[in-house]
C-alpha cells in the first residue's frame, strides 16, 4: 500500500495501492469497516497492474468516501461503488494510519 496525497478546499484526496490478489479482501475491509486491517495489507507500488483505492476525507474526519479501481487496458476503471462514511467512521478511517 502506497498513499498519495493531494489536497484541495479543505478535502484531503488519497491513492493507496494494492497487490491485484487483495481485491477481495480489500472490499471485505472497506465493506466491515474494518479501517485499520487495511494499513495491515502487503504495500504495493503503483505500476498500472494495481488495485487503487481512492480516498476523500472531508471536514477534519467528518465525512469520507472511498471507491476501488482496477487496471484494465492502459486505464483504472472502478470496480466499486463510491461508498460513503459519517462521522465516527470517517474519523476511524482518518485515525487508522491507512493515510
Do not use: W
Not at 478546499?9 to 465493506?31: A, G
Not at 497492474?49 to 465525512?63: F, N, T, Y
Request: glycine letters at 4%; proline letters at 4%.
Amino acid at each position: 500500500m502506497k498513499a498519495n496525497a493531494i489536497t484541495k478546499n479543505q478535502e484531503e484526496h488519497y491513492e493507496l495501492f494494492f497487490e491485484p490478489n487483495d481485491l477481495p479482501r480489500v472490499q471485505y475491509l472497506l465493506e466491515t469497516k474494518q479501517f485499520f486491517n487495511l494499513g495491515k495489507l502487503k504495500n504495493c507500488i503503483e505500476d498500472n497492474a494495481s488495485i487503487k483505492l481512492r480516498l476523500s476525507l472531508k471536514e477534519q474526519g467528518a465525512r469520507a468516501t472511498a471507491q476501488l479501481f482496477e487496471y484494465f487496458f492502459h486505464a483504472y476503471e472502478p470496480v466499486s461503488p463510491v461508498m460513503e462514511f459519517e462521522n465516527t467512521e470517517a474519523e476511524a478511517i482518518a485515525l487508522s494510519g491507512i493515510v
